[in-house]
């Protein structure tokens, strides 16, 4: 069983930063892939980053490849999303999850979600 818990959403102007932490619980934490997910007002549920077990493969959305950087510390259980030159239509409820993924971008492929944390961004 893994626990997810995110922080550092908030309101940001455009062209900003934000970085989201993602603790886990759970002595197994570096077997699981990890990933972020968000989902805007009205939608659908979209793939953001992803990262492999050691940290060696990362995977984006198109949408954010070159402005957010995913990134994890096995020493301290965390996943962090590091995310720049920050949109409004970056706008939305960032969840984290994990799971042992085969595809990264299903949202199916992951079995435990945090409770997400809501990043907004004004033009």
């Known amino acids: 069983q893994v626990q997810l818990v995110e922080s550092g959403g908030g309101l940001v102007q455009a062209g900003g930063s934000l970085r989201l932490s993602c603790a886990a619980s759970?002595?197994?934490?570096?077997?699981?892939?990890m990933g972020w997910f968000r989902q805007a007002p009205g939608k659908e549920y979209d793939f953001v980053a992803a990262?492999?077990?050691?940290?060696?493969?990362?995977y984006y959305a198109d949408s954010v490849k070159g402005r957010f950087t995913i990134s994890r510390d096995n020493a301290k259980n965390t996943v962090y999303l590091q995310m720049n030159s920050l949109k409004p239509e970056d706008t939305a409820v960032y969840y984290c999850?994990?799971?042992?993924?085969?595809?990264?971008?299903?949202?199916?492929?992951?079995?435990?979600w945090g409770q997400g944390t809501q990043v907004t961004v004004s033009s």
């Open positions: 999850v994990a799971g042992r993924p085969y595809r990264y971008g299903l949202r199916s492929e992951y079995d435990y």
């Open positions: 759970g002595r197994t934490f570096s077997s699981y892939g």
């Open positions: 990262i492999n077990w050691n940290g060696g493969s990362t």
